[in-house]
């Protein structure tokens, strides 16, 4: 078994796993949308992006752009986070906290694309 295909496979779906964790909840509830969660999707997010660098074929930067898609995405809602909790005078609103999860809702959809390409290299280099 080949340890940097397990660690990349680990990390692509673990960056899905853990968006869709955040995701997951009442859209414009505060309660159910945890900022380290948010975090952890970046910190986890930025690995499987590290790691994608090093693939030189077609379907590698094909994944290394739907991780990059991720990162922005992620990094926009934390920005979005940031700006309404220290900056704005009106605080956590149910409207931008469906904002934040909209955002992080396009780098749910960018890691679930990388997952299902990831599953069709898995399937072709099999056959």
Request: glycine letters at 6%; proline letters at 2%.
């Amino acid at each position: 078994m080949n340890f940097e295909k397990v660690s990349f496979a680990f990390f692509v779906v673990f960056a899905l796993t853990i968006n869709f964790g955040f995701f997951l909840g009442d859209i414009d509830n505060p309660a159910h949308h945890h900022v380290m969660e948010l975090f952890s999707a970046i910190v986890i997010s930025l690995i499987a992006t590290i790691i994608k660098l090093g693939d030189r074929s077609h379907i590698g930067a094909v994944l290394l752009a739907t991780s990059l898609v991720a990162d922005i995405h992620l990094f926009a809602a934390a920005i979005i986070w940031a700006i309404a909790a220290h900056v704005s005078s009106s605080g956590m609103t149910p409207d931008i906290m469906a904002t934040i999860v909209s955002v992080s809702g396009g780098a749910l959809l960018a890691n679930i694309t990388s997952v299902v390409l990831l599953v069709i290299e898995t399937v072709v280099v099999r056959r």
